[in-house]
């Protein structure tokens, strides 16, 4: 395996372990906390982590050569275009109260990406050739 | 694009991890490489030239 790959997988397991541990830890403490900037403050602990995360595969994605880093921009290209769709086509049926949604909801936005790109980067990898 | 990627590897005794390694870059970019499903920038095409000591159009042709 490449140094760099070795390199985004510690990162990326260092920030999602701390990720969990704020999730576990310390997010649920924001309901509890009375003062606004404090409630706040906790309650946006979990972006530290997950802009660690995000580092990460930006680090990933920047340092990879030119073939695999088509390979991510294609995967991430196509996973934006279906996200866009779906939340636009969500949005539509809320605006027009056929559905409702709160805004929650909105924490599916990056794990449908993230989830998408993954299964296409993997579809890319066989089509041209496992590493 | 063509090319004689596996045959000047192969002269080499090179594995493809083997040259992946000398260009800096994945197994996976030299294995696209080799069965025309990429064609490298000018950069690599270059890098690739010079680590097998030939001129790029000795080593990639295009299609008939």
Known sequence: MRALEKRYRRELFLAMAAYVVVMLLIYPLARQVEAPFWRALVALAPVLPFAAALRAIIRHVRDSDEFQRRLHLEALAISSVVVSLLSTTAAFLVAAKVITLDGTVLFWVFPALAGLFGALRCWNARRYGRE | ?64
């Open chain 2, 1 to 64: 694009m063509n090319n004689r990627i596996r045959e000047l590897r192969g002269n080499r005794g090179w594995s493809q991890a083997e040259l992946a390694e000398r260009l800096d870059v994945s197994r996976q970019t030299i294995n696209a490489i080799e069965t025309g499903k990429y064609d490298p920038s000018l950069p690599l095409a270059f890098a690739i030239a010079r680590l097998f000591g030939a001129s790029i159009e000795s080593i990639f042709t295009p299609d008939a």
